[in-house]
T-cell receptor
Framework: DGGITQSPKYLFRKEGQNVTLSCEQN?????MYWYRQDPGQGLRLIYY???????QKGDIAEGYSVSREKKESFPLTVTSAQKNPTAFYLC??????????????FGPGTRLTVL | AQKVTQAQTEISVVEKEDVTLDCVYE???????LFWYKQPPSGELVFLIR??????QNEISGRYSWNFQKSTSSFNFTITASQVVDSAVYFC?????????????FGKGTKLSVIP
């Protein structure tokens, strides 16, 4: 089955630690995205990547970093510089941004809690 | 700047009632795309529909229907004969083919509770 997987489902982090959230897709999509969701809020874009080895900052990139070494993978690192990292993180992918049929499909999410 | 407003924070209905979720958007672009997503308690966002700005035809899919009106910048979503499985948070979103990002601008969501 094609889809987007995110791991882990729940993640706990101590203050001062970096953590990496995994996102993998087997849909052969070129574009991938990371969003953050806070309670009662819509999703906000952290980073996006339109192609391997290229990525761009979204609205709230500070304190986060990403890499795109493979088409299928787009891991997100939450660094200690992120002041309020507790949130629900959603990864998405789309065939190619701008295509007439382009739609973003989402993974199941990772809930990060800072202790 | 783009903006999506979902004024209804929470709605409760009794099973089998019809319910309409409102979505009002703002954009300067003449070409744009509107979406609805469903987020059940499990957390994953499920794509429901995509609508292009140049296509104002309403759409029906089973118990779901969407009313797109450019004159009022609205893209409302109606569930007919609601069921308990419809309980979720529903998000309206907007994007446009500019700035190179194609990022989605989301509303804050409407939490729908369907009571048996």
């Amino acid at each position: 089955d094609g889809g987007i997987t995110q791991s882990p489902k729940y993640l706990f982090r101590k203050e001062g630690q970096n953590v990496t959230l995994s996102c993998e897709q087997n849909l052969n999509h070129d574009a991938m995205y990371w969003y953050r969701q806070d309670p009662g809020q819509g999703l906000r874009l952290i980073y996006y990547s339109q192609i391997v080895n290229d990525f761009q900052k979204g609205d709230i990139a500070e304190g986060y970093s990403v890499s795109r070494e493979k088409k299928e993978s787009f891991p997100l690192t939450v660094t200690s510089a992120q002041k309020n990292p507790t949130a629900f993180y959603l990864c998405a992918s789309s065939i190619w941004p701008g295509a007439s049929t382009d739609t973003q499909y989402f993974g199941p999410g990772t809930r990060l809690t800072v202790l | 700047a783009q903006k999506v407003t979902q004024a209804q924070t929470e709605i409760s209905v009794v099973e089998k009632e019809d319910v309409t979720l409102d979505c009002v958007y703002e954009t300067r672009d003449t070409t744009y795309y509107l979406f609805w997503y469903k987020q059940p308690p499990s957390g994953e966002l499920v794509f429901l529909i995509r609508r292009n700005s140049f296509d104002e035809q309403n759409e029906i899919s089973g118990r779901y229907s969407w009313n797109f009106q450019k004159s009022t910048s609205s893209f409302n979503f109606t569930i007919t004969a609601s069921q308990v499985v419809d309980s979720a948070v529903y998000f309206c979103a907007l994007t446009f083919p500019g700035a190179g990002s194609y990022q989605l601008t989301f509303g804050k969501g409407t939490k729908l509770s369907v009571i048996p």
